[in-house]
């Protein structure tokens, strides 16, 4: 079954997202992927805007010090999270959703995500998988924490981290100037830069 992977974080940059798939160390990263079991490209990407506040969390991940890219729990239409879907098989999907989660061994049923919308699957960083509907017959899916928003500590991510959101970004269209407006909104971003400062502080993207 193929299914609509829908990313938000650096897994909207492409190259960054096929180290998913294929495995190997994307630039700014520490830690190489494994990859999926199953090494074929995605059948079609493009851009699908998520109905869920995006927010950035932790201390520490491969991107050095810094948070990571999450939505919250709740839906909303006051806030857009931008983000790039990718049709992929049911088997990779998981196979990322494993590497997300350190590798951990995840065992999902997607025709339960899509009945109950959610499922929370583990203790990882993204242990809860969410439906997000369908396009084209296929459904969508993407995972974030099961944590509330109202509970998080917010900060802000590393620059190695959001210069590749940025380049995923400008892949779907965005100016630089757009993808820094954008993220000047976003918890862990919010109030820690001004449009100068968080210019200053991307690498060349």
Known sequence: MDVWYASYGSNIMEKRFMAYIEGGTVPGSNQPERGCREKTAPKKSERFDISYPLYFSKVKSKWGQGGVA???????EAENTIGRMYLISGEQFRDVVSQENSGM?????????????YIDIHNGWYNRVVFLGRKNGAPIFTF??????????????STA???????????LGLTKAEAMEYFLRKKGIEGNFTSESLRNYLIES
């Open 70 to 76: 999450f939505i919250g729990t709740e839906r909303t």
């Open 105 to 117: 061994d995840v065992n999902i049923d997607l025709d339960v995500v899509e009945k109950e919308g």
């Open 144 to 157: 974030t924490s099961s944590s509330s928003i109202n509970s998080i500590l917010f900060t802000k991510p």
């Open 161 to 171: 981290y959001l210069s590749v959101i940025t380049k995923g970004l400008m892949e």
